[in-house]
């Protein structure tokens, strides 16, 4: 027993002394000529799927430029930090990086909303491309946050476009029932309002079926949807391990596959491949385009892999989730010349922040970076920091995703006035309050 | 203890303050009040978090919207809690056990459900409500030592509270319930007034801790901050602090909530020492886990009534050996 308990006091020493001697807070180091560039990423958890092919798309692109000589001679130098889309993790990576931070991008909604107030105060631009707050597509409200493509507003309008033009016309959509499923959270109730009004001004009806994180147990709610709510269409916000969830139980109940259409948060190889050939026919949105067939992404393959800089399994290279992490790099590093070319070295968060805010990816520029036809066109500006974008729709063919519309735009006045209405409740929420 | 904790502005960095010290006393606290009705008067509590949340909306919601001013807030967002609290503990003088924990399960996916679906609370369709800047009397609460003091004297004065009210009558009345509540309300323990009481304080002490979270750490009242895994992480707080003490709450919440840091940060920099590259990101990012996971394991191997125990042990050790400490006599905190 002695001897036991001398051993324990030995661990015990032990991890008190690592507690000492490794330094919680980060030594990452900027050298002079680059760019440290720290980075929130998912490896672990039920939402790793999509999230690290995002990651690995940007590293690459990063690595791209990096071999062309960087941006104006700065090379960019990333470090990851951890935080499995948990809220709590993402704050401490926030405060362990702090002061470093060039543009903080967790792919997380949630923890947008928990960072937004530190980011604001600091002066370091969040982004979360297709999500984060709607409403921070006003520029003025929210200086430093961006939704930057597709806010879920815009996100659930066009989708609901889409369905109009499926039944053959807006007005088709009369006493037609939607059901929703999707995460109970700051990502999956965001396109609630929308759906309010468009019900109300089209006349269709429509049902929430919220499941609560991580939304891996759904045979509940489609038996629900589908025997007793009869629903004409289905539409998902789901994200990771749960997007594979509803092919099996769409199966199950005999619901037909063609009628179900995911957000574009579950349009990634990763998340429809589980189900495999079950999935076929089903539909998802996208905000880019997918497949290989893109300069920069051709040369990325040609210079990155072949020099085994890779940072991603090969064959991911030109799925979903990869290409939309190089349309992330594309504009990060974008941000960041602008900001070296007007501010000048060294750059910090305010300067790439005003950097994003002067972006202005047209087709001529597009062209030049080797993306046409991979991204829309972005403009940005001190009032707008993007989210009024359009949609594809794609379809799983059992092994791959083809685009099968074009381009559908979200209903612009009806996502404009929410915005506006939202970010003047905010304002209010949080001015300050009388000193008492 | 006190004295350092004190200090820490002065000897720590920001980051220490902000992402280490306030979330760790903050759930510390409602580990403590976990620890009240599970630990103290064997009751146990699944609904953890979502008392947390009720505290933390109801007073951003008593501030931001009402002016309340703070202290008031932090004070409404306990009460509302414990309230709920009340009602939510009424199953235990029926059952206990693993059906209380259902019971008690029940609660918080009620209550999340609520605080996102009746419109009044305007969390909405974001599920979260921001503060507007934290101000007493004039101070502007808003830098991290501000911050940290603020949080500081709350969960100080409670725990103070909660250290002499399990060594009080009451404490001894939950005990007696605990070891056998037939028996103790033989003996004249009243089990309805002391289980619900048990509750009640806990519940409180979660509520306090969910406003502290919106004053004095995050700035917003999220709802997915307090969803089910949270209030089974406070849970492991005091079973691997030690169920039925003061301290093992404060020693269980630093264990979960920065054990997976330090490991994370550690292998990184091990990682880095052999040049990168030799092991990828992907495998360290989940070796974390695993190595977490057998920390658990060894510890409650080790001593299955958890770090308090532990810290008492070793505290005596030195004590032995330099007769400086006072600790195995009791009288420390």
Partial sequence: MKKAGMWCKAVLAGVAAVAVAVPFAAQAQQYKGEI??????????????????????????????????????????WEECEFEYKVPRALECYERYKGKWKMVYPNSTPAIFALAERVTKDEVLAINLAGGRSDSSDGETFPYLAPVIANFWAQATSTIAYIGQLEGGMDKLKGKKIAYIHLDNDYGRQPFP???????????????????????????AWVDIARRYRADYVVGWLYGQSCAVPYTEIAKVGYPMNKYIGSLWCGTEDDVGPAGPLAKDTVTANFHGVGKDFPVIKEIEAKVYKAGKGNADPARVGSVAYNRGVITGIIIVEAMRNGLKAKGAPLDGKKVRDGYRMIKLDDARLKQLGATGLMP???????????????????????????????????????????????????????????? | MLAMAVAAPFLLSEYWIKAILIPTIIFGLSALGLNIVSGYAGLISMGQAAFMALGAFSAVIAYGRFGVPVPLAILLGGTVAALVGVVVGTPSLRIKGLYLMVA???????????????????????????????????????????????????????TLFGWNLVRSRIGRAWMALREHDIAASIMGVSMLRYKLLAFLVSSFYAGVAGSLVVFGWTGAASVQEYELDVSI?????????????????????????????????????VAALTGGGTVSVDVLANAEHVVFGALILFFLIREPQGLAKLWFGLAGWVDRRTGTFNATKGGRK
Avoid: C
């Avoid at chain 1, 001004?201 to 049902?207: I, L, R, V």
């Avoid at chain 1, 612009?412 to 309050?433: C, G, L, N, P, Y």
């Fill in chain 1, 36 to 77: 440290l560039h720290p980075m929130m990423v998912t490896r672990t958890g039920p939402f790793a799927t999509a999230s690290t092919g995002v990651t690995a798309g940007q590293q690459d692109y990063y690595t791209l430029v990096n071999m062309a000589g960087g941006i104006d001679g700065y090379k960019i130098v």
């Fill in chain 1, 194 to 220: 929308m759906f309010d009004e468009l019900a109300k001004k089209y006349g269709f009806e429509w049902k929430s079926w919220a499941l609560s994180w991580p939304a891996l147990e759904q045979s509940a």
């Fill in chain 1, 377 to 436: 066109n972005l403009v940005f500006s001190e009032k707008y920091h993007g989210g009024m974008d359009s949609q594809l729709f794609q379809k799983w063919d059992g092994t791959k995703f083809t685009t099968i519309s074009k381009w559908i735009p979200p209903d612009q006045a009806m996502v404009q006035a929410k915005i506006d209405d939202s970010a003047k409740a905010f304002r209010e929420q949080t001015k300050a309050a009388p000193a008492k």
């Fill in chain 2, 104 to 158: 008690t399960l029940a609660s918080q996916f009620i209550i999340i459900w609520a605080l996102q679906r009746v419109p009044w609370t305007g969390s909405g369709s974001f599920a979260t409500l921001n503060t507007p800047p934290v101000r007493i009397a004039g101070f502007d609460f808003s830098t991290p030592t501000a911050k940290y003091y603020l949080v500081l004297v709350v969960v100080a004065v409670m």
């Fill in chain 2, 233 to 269: 992480k406070i849970l492991g707080m005091i079973i691997i602090g030690g169920l039925g003490s003061v301290l093992g709450s404060f020693l269980g919440a630093a264990f979960i909530l920065l054990l997976p840091i330090l490991i994370a940060v550690a292998m990184q920099r």
